[in-house]
């Protein structure tokens, strides 16, 4: 029931007020609440007892409480109603937004005596409210999504009553068609700017359609403004109103797409042209490796038609005996993506194998990834036999410069045996006699001591003689005239290093150079110097060729010294050396390989000797030997190495 603050209140208005199904009250001028409603009550679950004093705005929010204020004072001075929305506390602390409509109850001499109210919650409506909004922008947002992708996509969609011509279509229909968006919609309107190659393929979709028959089909049109665009329009029916089928359905202008596909077509064309003018022998491959497109020249090669070589690794294409490799190196490069290059035989159009070269190159698009395989074949038969030839030829040469080399080396040895034979035969015919006959003297009877003595004398005087022509030949190998110009020792080695090449392949053997860059030029004879390192070259693969269970190695190289000495190494890794005879190694007749002659290395030492320069060996570390020579730099003939 309501309460009294007022206790002359008449009961009628008690009952009255109670039965009022809003938050009502009546407040005296000063704001103090006289009577409230039972429902205000259970709103704020405040219970007025007649000595508590109340005002209306006891549970308006603080923030609110001026402005609630400055509106009941507006009501009292001015006599007229008002509304306010405003939060009200709940019982159970919770502010809700209200709406309090106040008006002033006016005594009969035209004063205001009270004022009544009524709070109505408005939380729920005005949440409600909020969320419809929210959805509304959303729904906005959505709309604007979906007109901005037609947009972008240059997709349209439409809904559409063929049977009574009634169409909506979608902003982005009309741009397509170069209509004003939200201008007439007829199917008439659309036809009379389809292209007229056209118009039977749209009237037959039209026709379909008004039995209920959906549709995919392409057309083109021409705008009002003269564009012609090509379009795909799809649609399906979803209703059907007193029996006329309903349809909705997208238009997208696919201009751009056909254009691109014409074009690629005819770079396709273009590009077979291209395959088809080349005198090669081309094939197109996918991806995957399968045949895609064999030029013409390769169809008259093989004979066969376009499908037959689709079908290469099933055929007689390829030679029963390369078949096998062939088709695991095509399939590894298919899976690794890495160009492939081979030779192999393939079966000619006449029956006969040819040798044929094979390279393939991957064609990759701008993420790398392979779009397609070009594989170029070319017909190499007649370079192969020749190559064979070559090898034949090259094989008897090197027979020929073998039994040429051996009979050089008989020659040089009877030649130089035959001049030393000749030089020392007179002192040892002399000594022969001599001794002979100081045998005879001292065993006659009796002795002819002083004839012995002087034949004795002759001997000794002609064992002389013959030292000094073994001086005098040693003299003429190590004190030869040369003919001294400069030299850039680098390129006398590369030349020599050159020349040996076919030797170095025969025998496996790598050799790495280390040349020193800006060597000084040295003076000396060409010639005689490649010699020199020819020999230590020839030396150095001899020895390795024995060994087995590990490389054959040869390094050669260049340098200068601290004492302004052009210095040059060559390091094998061969069987070595003892270094107890390293200086053995350049005697005359010393060697130690089962063919050497042993006047190699002296030989060279002497040479190196009539350029003021030093020749050495020494063991390595590891396998092998490492010879080395030294020549003074600059144009100073009379400045040795050592210095």
Known sequence: MAHYVQPKMALETDKLFAALPGDAWIALPDGRLELVSQSWCAFSGINLEPAHEVCWHAIVHPDDLYRAIDAWRCVVESGCPIKLETRLKRYDGEYRRALISMAPIIERLGQIAKCCGINTDIEDYRQIEEELRLREIELSRTHHHLVEGQRLSRTASFSSDPAIDEHTWSDEFYRICDFEVGSEATLQRLRKIVHPDDLVTVDTVIERSLAGHGFDVLFRIVTPKGALKYLRGVGRMVDRIFGRPIFVGAIQDVTEAKLTEAALREAERYSRLT??????????????????????????????????????????????????????????????????????????????YRWVQSRGLPLRDEGGRIVRWYNLLVDVDERKRAEEALKLREVELRQAYDRLNEGQRLMTLGTFAASIAHEVNQPLTGIITNTSTCLNMLTGNPANLSGARTSAERALRDGNRAAQIIDRLRTLFSRGATKHEPIQLNDAVAEVIALCAHEL???????????????????????????????????????????????????????????????????????????????????????????????????????????????????????????????????????????
């Open 505 to 643: 392949q025969r025998n496996r053997v790598a050799l790495r150079t280390e040349f020193a860059g800006n060597l000084p030029t040295i003076m000396g004879d060409r010639i005689q110097l490649q010699q020199v390192v020819l020999n230590l070259i020839v030396n150095a693969v001899d020895a390795t060729k024995g060994i087995e269970g590990r490389s054959r190695d040869i390094r050669v190289g260049t340098s200068t010294s601290g004492s302004g000495a052009v210095l040059f190494w060559i390091r094998d890794s061969g069987v070595g050396i003892d270094p107890s005879q390293t200086e053995k190694l350049f005697d005359t007749f010393f060697t130690t390989k089962a063919q050497g002659m042993g006047v190699g290395l002296s030989i060279s030492r002497s040479i190196i000797e009539t350029h003021e320069g030093r020749l050495w060996a020494a063991a390595n570390d590891g396998p092998g030997a490492t010879f080395s020579f030294c020549i003074p730099c600059g144009f100073d003939s009379h400045r040795t190495c050592s210095e």
């Open 275 to 352: 395959l088809d003018s080349i005198p090669g022998l081309v094939a197109v491959f996918t991806a995957e490796g399968q045949v895609e497109y064999v030029n013409r020249p390769i169809l008259e090669y093989f004979g066969s038609t376009a499908g037959d070589l689709s079908r290469w690794q099933q055929g007689d294409a390829v030679h029963p005996e390369d078949r096998a490799w062939v088709f695991e190196r095509f399939a590894q490069a298919m899976a690794s993506g890495v160009p492939f290059e081979w030779e192999s035989r393939a079966r000619r159009h006449d029956g006969v």
